[in-house]
């Protein structure tokens, strides 16, 4: 099972291959290598559309997940039956808004996407962050994949949680 990795915009170099080294290191940790996960890389005009079309707002942001199982439990893999359900689903990475983020804060941008996307694929496997509990989840969940990530390859991410503050 694999990933399909597209890189539509053309605002941020991107080194692809770095992208792919850390969403195979996540899909590892997570267990979920037998599943297939579309990434795709877009700038802000496009978020910005999808945010509009399926969230209602109308800004760009820095990610937004499209999951195949949409009544997933949080921490429940899904149990395919066939194989073109072996899908987690896609993930939208505003990689445009995540640079500008990234120059604000002094961040390594492909860092930040490796933290980014860890968010992106809590949410096809079923977290939420409608409310104070299933916040406090998902930052449980996203902080033990980036603590195993760092242990695993050296680095030292972190969760951005002013992003989901500002969400809810």
Wanted: charged share 30%; net charge positive; with cysteine.
């Amino acid at each position: 099972m694999g990933v399909v990795l597209r890189n539509l915009q053309k605002v941020v170099p991107l080194r692809r291959a770095r992208l792919r080294k850390d969403v195979d290191t996540l899909r590892h940790i997570l267990g979920i290598h037998k599943f297939d996960l579309g990434i795709v890389c877009v700038d802000n005009h496009r978020i910005q559309q999808i945010n509009k079309i399926y969230r209602k707002k109308n800004v760009p942001t820095d990610v937004l997940s499209f999951p195949f199982y949409e009544d997933l439990r949080p921490g429940k893999l899904p149990c395919p039956l066939h194989r073109d359900e072996h899908n987690l689903g896609d993930i939208f990475l505003g990689v445009e808004f995540v640079m500008k983020q990234c120059k604000e804060d002094s961040l390594d941008l492909h860092g930040t996407l490796a933290v980014v996307t860890a968010h992106g694929i809590c949410h096809l496997l079923g977290y939420r962050h409608e409310t104070e509990e299933e916040w406090t989840e998902m930052l449980q969940k996203e902080s033990y994949i980036l603590s195993e990530y760092n242990r695993l390859t050296g680095r030292h991410l972190e969760p951005l949680m002013k992003r989901c503050s500002q969400e809810r």
